[in-house]
């Protein structure tokens, strides 16, 4: 996912279920009268295997005609990273990189 497909940074909002959805996706929020799908990033990327904890944001992202809300802990900036220091993960249709330490 490029920041070019990033809308904005919110509040979490309402969760409604979605029955037989994949273990990331907790379900669907509506913001701004467009229904997003809401993924659980830490759950998605292995970070925590456990129920959802207090998520302080959503970003909200646009790919194609698809409107997703990420949850996240904290939203610190945005940085250019080397592909060659990263492992992809793609899901749905987001490219995801995790970071080297």
């Known amino acids: 996912m490029s920041v ?3 809308c904005n940074v919110s509040q979490p909002h309402k969760i409604v279920g979605m029955p037989k959805a994949p273990n990331f996706i907790l379900g669907v929020t509506n913001y701004k009268e467009q229904i997003l799908t809401v993924i659980d990033l ?3 990327l292995g970070i925590s295997k456990g129920p959802l904890g207090k998520c302080r944001f959503t970003i909200n992202a646009c790919i194609g005609n698809s409107f997703y809300a990420l949850l996240a802990d904290d939203v610190l ?3 250019d990273v080397s592909l060659h ?3 992809q993960i793609e899901v749905l249709n987001f490219k995801f990189l995790m970071l080297d330490k």
Request: no cysteine; hydrophobic share 50%.
């Open 4 to 6: 070019d497909n990033v």
């Open 42 to 44: 830490k759950f998605l």
């Open 77 to 79: 900036g945005v940085i």
């Open 85 to 87: 220091n990263a492992k």
